[in-house]
């Protein structure tokens, strides 16, 4: 398996550079184009930027990256991707379903973690949703997203724990950034369970 870690290792201190946080919106797009499951790589942008800016990195490839496929998937490469959906019935049922239900369950699909995002995009691309209902549904990634990179950001902090402890870091802002994190987590993880069981009642196929 492919060690993102060990490759991040090497480039951290580029990646933390304004250059570097470029680099990697770019590097998430080609990872979305290819078909790879995003999860580490978002854990990972909050590990590098923190939550915040993290979500904004990770948010601008995925976005950038969802479109791309939505486009090639439609046009130049949909014999393609009309292969890969073949291979998930769900998906292949939630395209038809997209056409009746329109940016509702675009939307409730995004917050949904039961869905592979790179795959959806494809089917997306070989449904009759317009290009406005799809982009617009793309917001509901933002809780996963904040969710995995507040994750990787606490990730980040339990790895260096002992450094701050050893630099007598004020105690208060440790609890306060952790006890924000936290809650942060806490609340992404509703939204997205109550996502999925909205989107799961929305059409008894799916």
Same mark, same amino acid.
């Given at each position: /398996? %492919?060690? #993102?870690?060990?490759? @991040?290792?090497? $480039?951290?201190?580029?990646?933390h550079s304004p250059s570097g946080a470029? /680099? !990697?919106? %770019?590097? $998430?797009?080609l990872w979305i184009v290819l078909l790879l499951p995003g999860l580490w790589l978002t854990m990972a942008a909050g590990l590098l930027y923190g939550p915040w800016l993290g979500t904004?990195? #990770? %948010?601008?490839?995925? !976005?950038f990256g969802a479109e791309l496929v939505f486009f090639l998937s439609r046009t130049l490469f949909r014999d393609f991707a009309q292969g890969q959906v073949s291979k998930f019935p769900k998906l292949f049922l939630l395209g038809k379903a997209v056409s009746r239900e329109g940016l509702k369950l675009i939307f409730l699909s995004r917050l949904s973690p039961v869905l592979p995002f790179s795959f959806l995009n494809l089917a997306y691309g070989l449904s009759e949703v317009t290009l406005r209902d799809y982009t617009i549904g793309l917001i509901g990634i933002l809780p996963g997203t904040i969710l995995y990179c507040c994750l990787g950001a606490i990730a980040g902090d339990l790895s260096n724990f002992k450094n701050v402890l050893l630099e007598n870091s004020d105690s208060n802002s440790i609890v306060?950034?952790?006890?924000? @994190?936290?809650?942060?987590?806490?609340?992404?993880?509703? #939204?997205?369970r109550a996502a999925n069981k909205a989107f799961q009642e929305s059409d008894p196929l799916i």
């Open positions: /398996m %492919f060690d #993102v870690s060990a490759l @991040l290792e090497l $480039y951290i201190p580029f990646l470029l /680099m !990697f919106v %770019f590097l $998430y797009i904004i990195v #990770v %948010f601008l490839g995925a !976005f306060i950034s952790w006890v924000g @994190l936290l809650a942060t987590v806490g609340v992404a993880w509703l #939204v997205i």
